[in-house]
């Protein structure tokens, strides 16, 4: 973090593109060569180092939309000069990523739409490709047996919370996420003294918002909120305000949502909020490319 924060983004942004290319490169790689985990392939394994691809895409296309929206504000309401190039890279990295990892390409999306929209791009131009991306997600979670369990599973968990017996199949996790929650009360059983890590799968991962408000209770989950809602507050308020250029302004809001998204999301699932999705928790789940 230290070395990159003294590169100027104006160097960065002239490789912008190149950057676009390799991470399209590297996630269809991953498609033809890429290593499945828990029924899922999204990570690429070169030289026995292994990561995921879309977390190295994601952060590309977000610098190269910044990129592309800073350079063409003089005709930013412009269907073919602007909305189009811009698209083409939002869609197809977006669809790349979808077909493995859905979740993530949710989010994406949402990032990619917000600063577009703070980069005022036209409104009726965000609308047609919010209605793509509706169509898109819902093409993708058709084809997924196992999204569609997820969606299944949580409409039936926001109807009725089961207490009296244990879930086997797609609820189990989010089942085991509220024990978690609920054990953990106001202050927390303590550290280290979490017992639904031993049951919940990727404890120290997906659903470690869980095991947090389990040992540190309600108030040490609150606390970890109040972080990345001040962590909002000044990515947005004050830094992306206080950049010197437009670009610098977007890629502070892109940067700061990329963020706190994905911590957002992360409680939300494990709170029972949201369904079952297998995002990190930035700076407290474990893990290399996320990191």
């Known amino acids: 973090m230290l070395i990159v924060s003294k590169i100027n983004y104006h160097t960065l942004a002239k490789f912008s593109r190149i950057g676009m290319v390799l991470s399209l490169f590297l996630l269809m790689a991953v498609l033809a060569f890429g290593t499945e985990q828990f029924g899922a392939k999204r990570w690429l394994n070169i030289a026995g180092f292994s990561f995921q691809p879309s977390m190295v895409a994601s952060v590309s296309l977000i610098f190269h939309i910044c990129v592309l929206l800073s350079e063409k504000q003089d005709y930013i309401k412009d269907f073919k000069k602007t909305f189009l ?25 949402i990032i990619c739409l917000t600063v577009m929209f703070i980069g005022r791009v036209s409104v009726m131009q965000l609308g047609g490709l919010i209605a793509i991306g509706i169509v898109g997600g819902i093409l993708l979670i058709g084809q997924s047996g196992n999204r569609q369990d997820r969606i299944e599973q ?16 797609s609820g189990y996790q989010a089942q085991q996420a509220h024990i978690a929650i609920a054990r953990g009360e106001l202050l927390g059983v303590g550290i280290g003294k979490s017992a639904q890590r031993d049951f919940l799968p990727a404890p120290y991962n997906d659903f470690i918002f869980a095991i947090i408000a389990e040992e540190y209770g309600l108030f040490g989950a609150m606390s970890l909120i109040l972080i990345f809602t001040l962590i909002l507050i000044r990515g947005v308020v004050f830094i992306s305000r206080k950049a010197e250029d437009n670009l610098g302004s977007l890629l502070a809001v892109a940067s700061t949502l990329m963020i706190v998204l994905y911590g957002f999301v992360n409680a939300g699932v494990a709170s029972g909020i949201l369904p079952v999705t297998g995002l990190p928790m930035p700076f407290v789940s474990y893990g290399g490319t996320s990191m």
């Open 85 to 109: 190039p811009i698209m083409f890279w939002v869609i197809l990295t977006c669809g790349l990523i979808g077909i493995e990892d859905f979740s993530s390409a949710g989010i994406l999306m």
């Open 154 to 169: 949580y409409i039936t968990q926001v109807k009725d919370i089961p207490s009296t017996q244990i879930i086997q199949g």
